[in-house]
């Protein structure tokens, strides 16, 4: 059976713990603060790992929850390090998807094109699982539990470094926040203090689109579908008052 789940505003898919922390954990943190209600669910409990246990991990997990605020935090319990884009595998995030009806759904990014060198097949396999578990779960012939439901936007997170954003969003202010989320990884990443390079990793990471977003410190998100814009002059205000330099 179907459990009931409140619904969320935005629910970023993490095909292991701590990759949503990392590749969308400021904005979720600043939707939080914005009133959003949003979760992460993990598709595998990262029990493959080199450091931590599974019972480790989900305590990380919970307390990163907590930092960034979320309503919701589970595991859906598929294999790390076997992730496949399989019916099966897209039949089970889609009754994910129709137990959250998420507005948003954001996933790990999915394409691997010749020349960019090889990702972790999880994160390839976890976003093309967010994509076609998000189209399944609207199509009301499929067997999949719970009330059909069509998330209003898919975006991926975790950019290969060549691929421009199709935007950006400024987290400045819930940047310590985010650091703290992605550190409460302990059995990943250790503490700030026994591993400074993996911090300026990813205060980096966020600089490079922070001047994009107008501010300090940004994520980046990719759409495959063209985004509308409400207020033309709005969003070019920000461009205005920081034009970044050309790149
Ligand atoms: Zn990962």
Redesign the pocket.
Known sequence: MTKAAAKLDVLAIS??P??AEIGCGGVLRKLAAQGARCGIVDLTAGEMSSGGDRETRQRECQAAAKVLQLAARECLGLPDCGLEDSYEYRLRVAAMIRRYRPAVVLGTYYDLPPGRGLG?N??IKGGLLTAHGANYAHLAKLPVEGEPWHPAAVYFYFLPPDLTPTFVVDVSEYYEDWLKAIFCHESQFGTPAQNPQVRHFFESMAMRWGRWAGGQYAQAFYSPWPLSLRDVLSAAQVRMSEEPEHV
């Open positions: 095909p292991h701590d990759d972790h999880d994160h």
